[in-house]
């Protein structure tokens, strides 16, 4: 398994806003680092293939040998979890987890056992809007999984979170995610340091 | 190879679809205008320019008062306690079609009408209705109180709608520690912002004051009516032969609006100089502070009492018995009038409903198909979809249409009054869409895409239910917008659809207050079953889900 960004650099009215030619590799997360509003998370959408218009790009995102830069978002499967859980607020906790997950046998099931996996075993009929902090990401997390991605980008995933928590859900994700690439945005030098990969700007200079 | 592509021109095309009747419309009334030598036949129209001088300054003036009342309104009281239940009174009122706003408005206004009637005889001393012209006025300055009051209520929910965007409580909280009083923080540090965001709904409101029939028709001047009316009656007149001079006339008031949204964009430019000089200058006025906000309350209440009031009469007079001058009340109830006039009623009703049903039901196709295919940003000729035909009179498109309309033959009548009506509603349910959509989280559909959902499903599962509240607002003023319309029922038609509303218009003109009574109740309770319905049914579906019912 692999995410390969094949020169892949953004643009924005002529400036540039990122260069990246790496690719990353399952247990190996790579950390994308720099100061608010240089275009960390405008990568994360080009690999998403949700970039505004406004920007342009070019290069290729390369997932496990296929080459995805054309493909709609869903058609990636490239996972994505924000600062925030955006669970769907019309939706039970359950159905959350539902909506990720595709169509097959024991549903019920097996979304009851990635509430367990997270220690929410019984949430699955609570109200997403009565989730606290913690629990909402772990949700969040899960319905992310339940998709089966490919590959996983993290916005800035634990920055709302408060130190404890954040050390918890941290742990947790990595813990998740080891078997699959894994991009992390954040400005938090513990993030990177936590995901114990390399750390770059979007501009693909070491840090 | 660059990317992201840009979209296919979807959105276009259905924004040029919207527009067609409008420009059908236009095309019709100017070829009809050219080719049946229409603009001499104006030109000799006995008391044109007073007409003309009418409609432009009875709408100027209604603009100017309701814009100033409501800015005033939401500037001294917005955030203050006594604010949410003057919202709560005012919001219904948007429901009131024109005419049943017009009608309850005479209703009490009248000679004989309640004021009137609470009056005497013990401190007017008149025992019989006295011979005084209230309504109808040779000036129309009882026009132009109806339409600023029937307009106060749009503009200040227009502007509430973008209150919390602009982040005005805390401009005004910030302006305040600074010193400066409720009026002055309102002034300059929200009202510049704020009223980029009214200048549609200004254009809009002036557009229609200016050339409304429906409220001209019952407290308007009649000897000459403001031009509106007057080309309505060309419009009607027996045989062909006044359709040219109408067009014309049409084209005239298109003229007369396009130079008053002119006049009202330099006005705003250089007041928007002036209240720069002055916030520059340090003035604080807090002493304006107590009588600003007295005398928005005192015009918020006695506009929505008068309003409410209206249609409380209205009601009154369709079961009123005997109900001799000067009594307050009638001497005895009944529902004589409703049983006689069932048949006509539920006729009414149900054509009405039926077309507000069919035009609400695809205008909403069409302007979610619309918005789901614009992606995040409107371009210009979605734009101007969306906000031309609130600015073009329909009283200009209308003899042209009708025109159109008696080449293509009889048979297409329901086709016809449903375009006509789909022109003017589309825009109103796109304006109550398309903050709520955009407004969405972005990353919710990207969050779900990359779960793997489809646009397709995104839209069905995601969109459509969580937008289910603005869904249902938009139905519920598309609806009303719908149950209001009157010239393009009566003239698309030409009077074979009768509904609520041209019902009760058609009998304005006759004395018989307890039929018109009827009517208009029917007119007014009918929208008002949709937004009763787009206010409960969202909390009946989510009541388990608090993210949803929060504002």
């Known amino acids: 398994m692999s995410l390969q960004l094949d020169h892949l650099s953004i643009t924005l009215h002529g400036k540039p806003l990122a260069a990246l030619n790496i690719t990353v590799l399952p247990g190996q997360p790579v950390t994308l680092m720099a100061p608010s509003g240089t275009g960390k998370s405008t990568v994360l959408a080009a690999i998403a293939g949700a970039l505004d218009p406004a920007f342009r790009a070019s290069g ?42 595709p169509p097959g046998p024991n549903r019920h099931v097996r979304v009851e056992a990635a509430l367990e996996e997270v220690d929410l075993k019984g949430f699955g009929s609570r109200d997403p809007a009565t989730l606290s902090g913690g629990q909402a990401a772990r949700v969040a997390l899960m319905r992310s999984l339940l998709a089966q991605p490919q590959a996983l980008l993290l916005d800035e995933p634990f920055a709302k979170l408060d130190t404890a928590l954040r050390q918890q859900i941290r742990d947790l994700v990595f813990e998740k995610t080891r078997a699959m690439p894994v991009i992390l945005v954040t400005h938090d030098d513990e993030d990177a340091r936590a995901a114990q990969g390399p750390v770059l700007t979007p501009m693909g200079l070491p840090l | 190879m660059a990317w992201p592509r840009k979209p296919p021109h979807l959105a276009e095309g259905l924004a040029a679809l919207t527009l067609l009747p409008v420009l059908a419309g236009l095309a019709g009334t100017v070829v009809l205008a050219w080719s049946g030598n229409g603009i001499a036949a104006l030109a000799v129209s006995p008391g044109l320019a007073r007409s003309a001088a009418l409609s432009f300054g009875t709408g100027l003036a209604a603009t100017v008062l309701a814009t100033s009342l409501a800015l005033l309104i939401i500037g001294a009281l917005a955030g203050t306690p006594g604010f949410s239940p003057l919202r709560r009174l005012l919001s219904p009122l948007l429901a009131l079609p024109h005419a049943a706003a017009a009608l309850g408005l005479a209703f009490l206004f009248v000679p004989s009408g309640w004021i009137a009637r609470a009056l005497s005889p013990w401190a007017t001393g008149w025992t019989v209705p006295p011979d005084l012209m209230i309504l109808n006025d040779p000036y129309g300055i009882s026009l132009t109180l109806g339409l600023a009051a029937k307009e106060v209520p749009f503009l200040l929910l227009m502007a509430l709608a973008v209150w919390p965007q602009m982040d005005a409580p805390r401009r005004l909280m910030l302006a305040a520690s600074l010193g400066h009083g409720r009026i002055t923080s309102f002034a300059f540090a929200v009202l510049p912002a704020l009223a980029r965001n009214l200048r549609l709904p200004i254009h809009a409101v002036l557009a229609y004051s200016m050339t409304s029939v429906e409220m001209a028709l019952v407290l308007g001047p009649t000897l000459p009516a403001p031009l509106a009316v007057q080309v309505l009656r060309w419009t009607q007149a027996p045989g062909l032969a006044d359709q040219p001079k109408a067009a014309a006339g049409g084209l005239l008031l298109l003229a007369l609006v396009i130079g008053a949204i002119a006049l009202c964009e330099a006005t705003a430019r250089l007041l928007s100089h002036l209240l720069t000089h002055l916030a520059a200058s340090g003035h604080r006025a807090t002493r304006l502070d107590a009588p600003g906000r007295g005398f928005a309350r005192t015009a918020a209440i006695g506009m929505a009492a008068g309003l409410f009031a209206g249609q409380a009469g209205l009601l009154l007079w369709s079961v009123a018995g005997l109900w001799p001058f000067p009594r307050v009340l009638p001497q005895n109830v009944s529902l004589d009038v409703w049983t006689r006039a069932m048949g006509a009623l539920t006729g009414a009703l149900a054509n009405t409903a039926a077309l507000g049903v069919l035009v609400t039901a695809l205008s909403l196709c069409l302007g979610l198909a619309l918005l789901q295919s614009a992606g995040t940003k409107l371009s210009a000729p979605l734009t101007a979809a969306i906000y031309l035909p609130l600015l073009i009179p329909q009283i200009t498109l209308m003899p042209g249409l009708a025109a159109l309309l008696l080449r293509l033959g009889t048979g297409f009548v329901w086709p016809a009054v449903i375009l006509g009506h789909m022109a003017f509603v589309l825009p109103y349910v796109l304006l109550s869409l398309t903050g709520p959509w955009h407004s969405l989280d972005p990353r919710l559909p990207q969050i779900a895409a990359s779960l793997g959902a489809s646009p397709a499903r995104i839209f069905w599962r995601l969109r459509l239910p969580m937008l289910l509240p603005a869904v249902l607002s938009a139905a519920a003023l598309g609806f009303a917008v719908s149950i209001g319309q009157y010239l393009p029922t009566l003239l698309l038609s030409g009077g074979r659809i009768p509904t609520l509303t041209t019902e009760a218009l058609a009998l304005a003109s006759g004395g018989n207050h307890r039929l018109i009574g009827a009517f208009s109740v029917l007119q007014m309770a009918l929208p008002a079953v949709g937004f009763l319905v787009a206010l409960i049914l969202p909390r009946v579906i989510f009541a388990h889900r608090k993210g949803m019912l929060s504002p």
Do not use: K, Y
Not at chain 1, 68 to 80: F, Y
């Open chain 1, 60 to 101: 290729r995102v390369i997932l496990n040998g296929r080459d995805v830069t054309g493909l709609p978002t869903h058609a990636r499967h490239i996972g994505l979890l924000f600062q925030d859980a955006i669970l769907f607020p019309h939706l039970s906790v359950g159905q959350n987890l539902g909506f990720a997950l």
